[in-house]
């Protein structure tokens, strides 16, 4: 199993950017994506989640209006579009999968990426 994040980086406050996950090695359709985060001295926390059989999802009150989860089931993909970004979303960012249908805490990730630095500077 392989979950590979990209797309994260350096972006001033107020600016955008989209992370990438492309998933191999489990059946991507029948399998929840989340995304989750963790600062510096922070717990790790969800951020979004996208059940990908019906594309279900759900947001973290920090992502409500800001952020955009999605998934190309044709391409094993999952996507986390991130606009107004502040500086407290600062943090790696973590692409994880579960079997769990809805999943978004870290009790039911079976799976997790190596993460993907984003910074947003002030």
């Known amino acids: 199993v392989q979950l590979v994040e990209s797309g994260g980086g350096l972006v001033q406050a107020g600016g955008s950017l989209r992370l990438s996950c492309a998933a191999s090695g489990f059946t991507f359709n029948d399998h929840t994506i989340a995304w989750f985060r963790q600062a510096p001295g922070k717990e790790r926390e969800v951020v979004s989640s996208?059940?990908?059989?019906?594309?279900?999802?759900y947001y973290a009150d920090s992502a409500k209006g800001r952020f955009t989860i999605s998934s190309d089931n044709a391409k094993n993909t999952a996507f986390l579009q991130m606009n107004s970004l502040k500086p407290e979303d600062t943090a790696v960012y973590y692409c994880a999968a579960s079997s769990w249908y809805g999943a978004r805490t870290l009790y039911e990730i079976e799976y997790w990426g190596q993460g993907t630095q984003v910074t947003v500077s002030s």
């Open positions: 996208i059940a990908n059989r019906d594309h279900m999802t």
